[in-house]
């Protein structure tokens, strides 16, 4: 299975993270998985069509912020201090993910990205750590950038809400790129940050869960998946933004054993859909280490990359 990486995912001036674990997560890779192959997003989608359309989508103010740093105060929304790499950092993580797409529309079957979704950025600025919203320009890249256009379900298990995100798909009409639902967004979130009220058919569980909640948290995730299978049409394509910061926001049990349950579960769901990944929120909280969230976000990509869940 292909797995985008390239340096500049971890470019970012800024230490966090979100800006340097890939690179972790890419070498843990090569050593252990066998059925990864990491593959350059720039050998099979160019990078004038991911900055087109990061363009279309966004406020241009923004755009030339994080180019040339010039409005300082905007182009550090995101919360990452600005530096000459943070245009190519910001372009690289939606790169990765419009890579995969164009894969899994062309072979059929799964891939990934070892970038981040960003799913708090939103069209007109940063937000939480996050500069450009690779899901939302994925999802436009799918719904305009394809042979033959697909609609595509955002399936977002970060800790914290996709606010940003949704407030993409909601301008996606008003820019040419489908219509209302083209896009469809089931968001479970176990934190507040970024909170928005969805529309239909975009869903959105914001579940509070103390310790000791690993089956309550897995009940949620089977009813977020049912939500997902009643807003499924063939020939969509699913974009799985994998957060594994549920462990640093709710005190299970067994961390990596509901992570791991989880990941069945999202497997069950996807089966042989067309269907991409890329990396979401784990940090170094509480306890845990960098090892220990490589660790996390292999639980997903082992599944993904292996013949056992290949439908």
């Not at 994080?66 to 409005?71: C, E, H, I, R, T």
Request: glycine letters at 10%; proline letters at 5%; charged letters at 20%.
């Amino acid at each position: 299975m292909p797995v985008y990486f390239d340096e500049r995912y971890v470019s970012s001036p800024h230490r966090f993270e979100t800006t340097r674990k890939s690179q972790h997560l890419a070498d843990h890779l090569v050593r252990v998985d066998a059925n990864v192959e990491i593959v350059d997003p720039r050998g099979a989608v160019p990078v004038e069509l991911v900055e087109a359309l990061i363009g279309r989508l966004h406020d241009p103010a923004y755009v030339q912020a994080l180019q040339d740093g010039d409005d300082i105060e905007l182009a550090e929304t995101s919360g990452f201090t600005w530096g000459p790499t943070t245009w190519s950092f910001a372009t690289a993580h939606s790169h990765g993910i419009v890579a995969a797409i164009q894969y899994v529309a062309a072979h059929g079957g799964r891939a990934g990205s070892l970038s981040s979704g960003l799913h708090h950025a939103s069209p007109d600025g940063g937000s939480n750590f996050c500069t450009i919203n690779g899901l939302a320009v994925g999802a436009a890249h799918a719904l305009t950038g394809l042979e033959t256009p697909r609609r595509v379900m955002i399936l977002d298990f970060d800790a914290h809400c996709g606010g940003g995100t949704h407030a993409h798909l909601l301008q996606f009409p008003e820019l040419g790129i489908g219509v209302h639902g083209d896009a469809v967004q089931i968001d479970l979130s176990v934190s507040g940050v970024d909170s928005y009220r969805p529309h239909e058919p975009h869903h959105l569980r914001l579940r509070s869960l103390g310790s000791g909640s690993d089956e309550e948290y897995l009940a949620e995730v089977r009813s977020a998946l049912r939500k997902g299978t009643e807003a499924w049409e063939p020939g969509m394509i699913v974009i799985y933004n994998a957060g594994v910061d549920p462990v640093n926001v709710v005190s299970f049990d067994d961390p990596m054993e509901t992570i791991a349950s989880r990941e069945d579960l999202v497997m069950e769901f996807v089966q042989d859909k067309p269907a991409v990944f890329t990396l979401a929120g784990g940090y170094t909280w509480d306890g845990f280490t960098e090892d220990d969230i490589t660790a996390l976000h292999h639980e997903m990509i082992w599944r993904w990359a292996s013949p056992v869940w290949m439908g």
